[in-house]
T-cell receptor
Framework: KAGVTQTPRYLIKTRGQQVTLSCSPI?????VSWYQQTPGQGLQFLFE???????NKGNFPGRFSGRQFSNSRSEMNVSTLELGDSALYLC?????????????FGSGTQLSVL | SQQGEEDPQALSIQEGENATMNCSYK?????LQWYRQNSGRGLVHLIL?????REKHSGRLRVTLDTSKKSSSLLITASRAADTASYFC????????????FGEGTQLTVNP
């Protein structure tokens, strides 16, 4: 079984631009969560989707949004990028509901905002 | 702020030694999990312990949970160079539903 796939692996953007990150969960997994990891703030929960519905959202501004498609693939979008958005963005999938048990993580997308 | 705090922040040991990492949290939980992260990569689930359990083993890993002290420890026995990584505890707060709150992590270095 293929693991969680995140694309792209690396991304460089400039302030003010927007970016879309993609996540393909493990086959059969219907839940996808997103986390932001920075050296200063650690791992912070962004949001979670299950069956195309956002079930939970972290404390991030509205510039951060996401969606899930009928095949469980998920995308997250960050608009009007700021320098502080530079981070490793991790996607995790789970077969269980609730999804707080045994998350399977992708390798992440390293976003650098210049 | 992070739900979990881990100590030490960094730990350096020799191969064959045991490594112990601690995690403290603030609110009641349903379960506590430990994850490992190799540099710049995703996290790998190691072990989950539920709030009604006190100790759990998996291979060379031993996890304890003390809900009265709101703390957990992860013991890696007979460590190997391949165990070099960051280790995170993650809690599921009773009222939060589905999301995990991660600690700040312990960077473990195992020297050959």
């Amino acid at each position: 079984k293929a693991g969680v796939t995140q694309t792209p692996r690396y991304l460089i953007k400039t302030r003010g631009q927007q970016v879309t990150l993609s996540c393909s969960p493990i086959s059969g997994h219907r839940s996808v969560s997103w986390y932001q990891q920075t050296p200063g703030q650690g791992l912070q929960f962004l949001f979670e989707y299950f069956s195309e519905t956002q079930r939970n959202k972290g404390n991030f501004p509205g510039r951060f949004s996401g969606r899930q498609f009928s095949n469980s693939r998920s995308e997250m979008n960050v608009s009007t990028l700021e320098l502080g958005d530079s981070a490793l963005y991790l996607c995790a999938s789970s077969s269980r509901q609730p999804t707080n048990e045994k998350l399977f993580f992708g390798s992440g997308t390293q976003l650098s905002v210049l | 702020s992070q739900q979990g705090e881990e100590d030490p922040q960094a730990l350096s040991i020799q191969e064959g030694e045991n490594a112990t990492m601690n995690c403290s949290y603030k609110t009641s939980i349903n379960n506590l999990q430990w994850y490992r992260q190799n540099s710049g990569r995703g996290l790998v689930h190691l072990i989950l312990i539920r709030s009604n359990e006190r100790e759990k083993h998996s291979g060379r890993l031993r996890v304890t949970l003390d809900t009265s002290k709101k703390s957990s420890s992860l013991l890696i026995t007979a460590s190997r160079a391949a165990d070099t990584a960051s280790y995170f505890c993650a809690t599921d707060k009773e009222t939060s539903g589905s999301r995990l709150t991660f600690g700040e992590g312990t960077q473990l270095t195992v020297n050959p």
